[in-house]
């Protein structure tokens, strides 16, 4: 088995380079399994590969490095339920020093899954090129403080989404990546393409295989919580009843513009804001990143009824009470007084400080 761990910032793009890798090993007649894992109790991510009838167990109410003891008990469980040829676990998007705290560890395990953890570390390559050529994100120093460590322990950084950027300027950021990372595996990808994400998987076989350990980070604590602090986590149920038959594909356009609106009007750094949405039989997931415009418009079927079931998940760097606030006026101003909103269960909060379980420097 192999045992591939995907981490990265928020909306990097590891889920859908995750779903793209276990299609691919399914057409070669391979089983994966995936752990997801999140802060919260609801998650989009799990309920994305449910969607896609992938099988997913996950871990819930803090990273893998705090929860490394339910990281290894979740492991089991998939083995015995579905008895993978390869595992990917998708840390959640605020977690650094992965290696020591993670990989590391989990290289103990290599006599019992027969080969070495990988660790890639996903990029959005429009992100990480401002970051990379000093030119201004959309988040503070703090939260890039969490960003850049991040990238620096990956074991393989992936630079993704290049098809979001031209040629011209994917290239120019491998450049400045290779030049600010000597000596570290670097590759450019579109994850929604199955070619590029073969060429992926193929490098991960070949790490597992020679047993790549990347270095344990040279971290502070103290800087890495702050970056934490700064994010605002948001999961909420939420039931949209209207009093007549709907267009809710319109509804949810309306809701996410005016949403991004909002957050654009308060200058809200947008780490993911992922929506499951279901209606009827009709099941998808919409995702608002930073720097995304449009793209999370054709991620909305069409639909029309009466009643909307949505599940949440908004990261962002604010206060996680305004955060709450933002969604709910704007999805009360799309309604527009022809239906309730209900928020069947809400969790908005920040991270505590990381307590890692175990850490080999
Ligand atoms: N065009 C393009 N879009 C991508 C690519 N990879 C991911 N996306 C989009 O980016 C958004 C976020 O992708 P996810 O895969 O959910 O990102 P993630 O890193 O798993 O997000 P979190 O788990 O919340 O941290 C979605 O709208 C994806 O469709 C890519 O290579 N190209
Ligand atoms: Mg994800």
Redesign the pocket.
């Known amino acids: 088995m192999q045992l591939h761990v995907v981490g990265?910032f928020?909306?990097?793009?590891?889920?859908?380079?995750i779903a793209t890798a276990c299609k691919s090993l399914a057409a070669r007649k391979l089983t994966a399994g995936v752990i997801t894992n999140d802060q919260g109790k609801y998650l989009v991510?799990t309920a994305f590969y449910d969607m896609l009838k992938i099988p997913a167990v996950q871990v819930t109410g803090g990273c893998f490095c705090c929860n490394y003891d339910d990281l290894n008990s979740k492991l089991d469980r998939l083995v015995h339920t579905v008895q993978p040829d390869v595992v990917f676990a998708?840390a959640v998007?605020s977690c650094a020093d992965v290696v020591a705290t993670v990989i590391k560890p989990l290289h103990e395990l290599e006599k019992t899954i027969g080969s070495k953890a990988t660790y890639s570390v996903?990029a959005d390559t429009r992100l990480c090129s401002d970051w990379l050529d000093g030119r201004e994100t959309p988040f503070s120093e703090p939260v890039m403080y969490l960003y850049s460590k991040q990238i620096e322990e990956a074991g393989l950084l992936v630079l993704?989404?290049?098809?979001?950027v031209s040629p011209e300027k994917a290239r120019l950021t491998m450049e400045a990546a290779r030049s600010r990372f000597p000596g570290k595996s670097i590759r450019l990808?579109?994850?929604?393409d199955l070619l590029q994400v073969d060429a992926w998987l193929d490098e991960l076989s070949n790490q597992a295989r020679q047993g790549i350990a990347p270095a344990s980070l040279q971290i502070d604590y103290n800087r890495y919580a702050a970056s934490l602090t700064a994010i605002g986590w948001l999961d909420s149920r939420l039931q949209i009843s209207m009093t007549s038959y709907t267009d809710l594909r319109q509804l949810m356009v309306d809701w996410v513009a005016g949403l991004n609106r909002e957050l654009h009007n308060h200058s809200i750094g947008v780490g993911?804001i992922?929506i499951m949405l279901k209606c009827g039989h009709t099941e998808s997931r919409v995702?608002l990143?930073a720097g995304d415009t449009a793209?999370?418009r054709a991620?909305i079927p069409d639909m029309h009824g009466k009643e909307l079931n949505l599940l949440l998940n908004a990261r962002a760097e604010t206060d996680p009470a305004l955060l709450r606030e933002l969604v709910i006026r704007s999805l009360e101003a799309a309604v527009n007084g022809k239906g309730q909103v209900q928020e069947k269960d809400t969790e908005a909060f920040t991270l505590p400080y990381p307590k890692p379980k175990r850490r080999v420097p």
């Not at 928020?10 to 380079?17: I, Q, Y």
């Not at 990808?189 to 929604?192: A, F, I, R, T, V």
């Open positions: 990265g928020l909306g990097s793009g590891k889920s859908t380079a991510d998708e998007g996903f993704n989404k290049r098809n979001l990808q579109n994850s929604l993911h992922k995702s990143t793209g999370w991620q």
